[in-house]
């Protein structure tokens, strides 16, 4: 799994944005594969257009989530989204500061509307997990 700094690192030296779609699509063809069983109402995330599935886990103090996506660059997302949260206790995850990571990545400007409320509505739920599990 790459670190959020990898991808920032690599979305730099991309220059146009279907260069970095393009990207974001192999990243989303990265993600390990998400069982059937766990595609289940209770997994499903509020607010995606696209059908998302999230599934979270604790080993000690530290959370691990594995997610999937019916759109390509939505699972890109759900990439990003992962490196930047799992692996990570709940105080690391509620300072994970993805406002900037994603307006670094310029995705505040080349992402439509629901694309956008998508990634945010599976950020809501990451950070309401790791405030509720104990």
Request: glycine share 6%; hydrophobic share 45%.
């Amino acid at each position: 799994m790459m670190t959020v700094e990898e991808i920032v690192d690599n979305f730099s030296y991309l220059d146009d944005w279907e260069d970095k779609y393009r990207y974001l699509i192999e990243l989303g063809e990265g993600l390990p594969p998400f069982p059937e069983a766990l595609k289940v109402e209770a997994n499903k995330v509020d607010g995606c257009m696209s059908q998302v599935w999230l599934y979270p886990s604790k080993e000690g103090e530290v959370y691990h989530f594995a997610a999937d996506s019916d759109a390509m660059i939505v699972k890109g997302l759900i990439a990003v989204i992962l490196a930047a949260y799992s692996g990570k206790t709940a105080d690391e995850i509620q300072k994970v500061d993805i406002d900037g990571i994603f307006k670094t990545l310029g995705l505040d400007m080349n992402l439509s509307p629901t694309r956008r409320n998508g990634f945010f509505a599976m950020v809501e739920k990451i950070k309401s997990i790791a405030s509720s599990i104990v």
